[in-house]
């Protein structure tokens, strides 16, 4: 899931999620990982995808930085777009997988944005109700179901499914994680181990921690830096771009859709 920083809405109108979707067709086909399902809401977006020939983290990396980039210049902004790292959990059990599946496809149901699924166009409902879409690969779910009308009841279904609560999830991580993170960052296992790098390295693994969702307060307290010196560094860190995000600029492989309003994705 990524969200809107500070919940604001990341989508103002269909060109905005037009534009969204040529940037997830295009890293797909980059980062080469399966779309099982997804759906584009006013501040937050949610996508079932696997990964194969790229990590998690450098997909959404490719995805929001290209996202962001031609939003701010649209709107005339500045700064991040998404909300700190993206959340994610991993689908173990057939059982969660057909779970998330349906949370996903009824999300615009829940929230009042349709009556029935599947009026709500920007979402992969559709691809399963009619047939292959242009972005989901619909192969597994369907032969998971026996067969796409099986799916498709089991999609309509009325259910209390709870997956990744938006609203009330804590972005941070608990200090028994941020310990682990920190030592995979940096490979020290203290606070003096860290204290014996090199000052610029330090700053590096500080704005590399914040970036996997450790606050500054775990930080500065994991590291020894002073709180001053930590919030410095995120800041330093949120107001540069990235190389990755320069990389990613320059590639030119980007979809380009004209409007179809009734394009199956």
Not at 212 to 225: D, F, H, K, N, V
Request: with cysteine.
């Amino acid at each position: 899931m990524l969200r809107g920083i500070n919940r604001q809405n990341i989508f103002e109108d269909d060109q905005d999620r037009l534009y969204f979707m040529s940037v997830l067709a295009s890293c797909k086909k980059v980062s080469g990982f399966r779309l099982h399902a997804f759906v584009l809401m006013s501040n937050h977006i949610h996508l079932l995808l696997e990964p194969l020939d790229e990590p998690l983290d450098m997909i959404f990396r490719r995805i929001g930085t290209r996202y962001a980039v031609w939003y701010n210049r649209k709107y005339q902004r500045a700064g991040h777009l998404f909300q700190d790292r993206f959340r994610s959990e991993n689908v173990s059990t057939v059982q969660y997988y057909q779970t998330v599946l349906r949370y996903i496809l009824q999300n615009p149901m829940k929230a009042g944005m349709e009556k029935h699924p599947g009026e709500y166009r920007w979402s992969s409902y559709t691809a399963y109700e009619k047939g292959q879409g242009i972005v989901t690969d619909t192969q597994y779910a369907v032969e998971l179901f026996g067969g796409r009308e099986t799916l498709i009841q089991y999609l309509k279904q009325d259910n209390d499914d709870t997956v990744m609560d938006e609203e009330n999830h804590d972005w941070r991580l608990r200090d028994d994680a941020a310990r682990r993170i920190m030592r995979q960052i940096t490979q020290c296992s203290s606070v003096s181990d860290f204290q014996k790098l090199d000052p610029d390295l330090q700053k590096k693994h500080a704005a590399e921690m914040y970036q996997e969702r450790l606050s500054m307060g775990q930080i500065a307290r994991l590291t020894g830096m002073s709180k001053t010196t930590v919030f410095r560094i995120v800041q330093r860190f949120k107001d540069e771009p990235s190389e990755d995000g320069q990389l990613i600029l320059n590639e030119s492989d980007e979809t380009d859709w004209a409007y179809d309003a009734g394009m199956i994705w």
